[in-house]
């Protein structure tokens, strides 16, 4: 998991955009599916900023945009 987060800083744009997210317009967060988890992130032009790590076998829809949006 470690190794695909620092993979981030070479290649950000390889995750998707968070299918939850992008429902409602906000496209600045993208994640990466690592087995049974979900990382979740966001980048600007010199840094990668991992913002959470999930389980993805749960209904993150509420919890990514109570968490994320703020």
């Given amino acids: 998991m470690e190794r695909r987060c620092q993979a981030l800083a070479v290649l950000p744009e390889r995750g998707r955009i968070v299918p939850e997210l992008r429902t409602v ?12 988890w979900r990382i979740v992130y966001r980048y600007d032009t010199d840094r ?19 968490r994320l949006v703020r």
Wanted: aromatic share 4%.
């Fill in 25 to 36: 317009d906000i496209l600045t967060y993208r994640e990466l599916i690592e087995g049974p």
């Fill in 48 to 66: 990668v900023h991992v913002m959470a790590i999930l389980d993805a076998r749960r209904d993150l829809s509420s919890l990514l945009l109570e």
